[in-house]
């Protein structure tokens, strides 16, 4: 189960005097689902403006109803391959988005998964949050205990060209649990959880 004050704990570190995260990387899926263009930038080379809108599309999904829209998913034992989905975000989130070969193969995947005749566009952020020792007293003693280094995706339909509506679909790897990464486990957000993608869900926990 997904501790909403973990989850909470995560979003005050998502505003533009206290960012957590490096580097946004996206892609823009055409009506057919075929990636139509790609970008990957340091988050600090952002304008303000651009800054407050991805974090509040990065932040909807720690932010989102715990256990409801989001919910915890252990990876099956088949996740372990070389070339396991599981596999590949954890290098993705190793290497910072840094391998744009890493992540054109993660577009590919979700736009497969994503059945939709739609535009969209999917936006990948990395972060790391120092996660600071807290007294019994759960005051916080402002000495890091552990570096939580993770990535958020999400997916979005297209309002304009390049403006993406709120997120429908994403994903917080690896997991944070009882304020620690856990990397057998990942979060996964649905708008609607009566309806959930369930291409996107097979994709990420059965690819």
Known sequence: MIDRDDMLELTRRMTLTRNCFDRIAGAYVDE?????????????????????????IAKTIPFAQANVQLKEHLFPNKSEGKYSIKQLLKAIQE??????????????????GYAVTDRFCIYIFHGTYDVPLKAKDKESLHESEIVYDFIIGTICLMKDTYEPSDPVFGFLYPAFDDRMPDTEKIDIFHVDPENEEQGLLHKLLNA
């Open 32 to 56: 057919t689902g075929e990636v139509e263009d790609t970008f990957n930038i340091h988050f600090g080379k952002l304008s303000a403006s651009e800054k407050t809108r991805n974090l509040a």
């Open 95 to 112: 290497c910072g988005l840094k391998n744009d070969a890493l992540m054109d193969i993660l577009y590919e995947q979700l736009a497969d």
